[in-house]
Nanobody, 127 residues
Framework: EVQLVESGGGLVQPGGSLTLSCVTS????????MAWFRQAPGKELEWVSA????????FYADSVKDRFIISRDNARNTLFLQMNNLQTHDSAVYYC????????????????????RSRGTQVTVSS
C-alpha cells in the first residue's frame, strides 16, 4: 500500500522559514519523480514544485521560485520542501505526491495527479 505522510507544518511569522517532510512507503521511491502541492481554504489545489527521481532536476511554480527548495533523500524515501521568506499567501495545507515522470511543465502535475492519498500538513503564515 502506497503511503505518504507529510509533516513539518506549523505557525510561522511572515518572513520565516519551515521545512516540510514527506515520508513515503509502499513503492520504489527512487523510481518516481515527486512533487508538492498546496491548497488554501476556498481555493483550488495548486502545484508548487517537483523533482526528478534522482533530485537533480527541479522545477518551481512562479509563486514560490527563489524562496522554496525541493529536495529528496532516496536512502530514506523522503521528500523535503524548504520554505523561506514565507508570506501570508503561502498559508495552505501542503501535500506530496509521486509521478512516473518529471517534466518542466507546470500543467503536467495537476493533470496527472491521480488523487491525493495523504492528509497533508498545515502551514499558517501569520503575524
Amino acid at each position: 500500500e502506497v503511503q505518504l505522510v507529510e509533516s513539518g507544518g506549523g505557525l510561522v511569522q511572515p518572513g520565516g522559514s519551515l521545512t516540510l517532510s514527506c515520508v513515503t512507503s509502499g513503492f520504489t521511491f527512487d523510481d518516481y519523480a515527486m512533487a508538492w502541492f498546496r491548497q488554501a481554504p476556498g481555493k483550488e489545489l495548486e502545484w508548487v514544485s517537483a523533482t526528478s527521481w534522482n533530485g537533480y532536476s527541479k522545477f518551481y511554480a512562479d509563486s514560490v521560485k527563489d524562496r522554496f527548495i525541493i529536495s529528496r533523500d532516496n536512502a530514506r524515501n523522503t521528500l523535503f520542501l524548504q520554505m523561506n521568506n514565507l508570506q501570508t499567501h503561502d498559508s495552505a495545507v501542503y501535500y506530496c505526491a509521486e509521478f512516473k515522470a518529471f517534466h518542466y511543465d507546470k500543467d503536467y502535475y495537476p493533470a496527472n495527479l491521480g488523487g491525493l492519498r495523504s492528509r497533508g500538513t498545515q502551514v499558517t503564515v501569520s503575524s
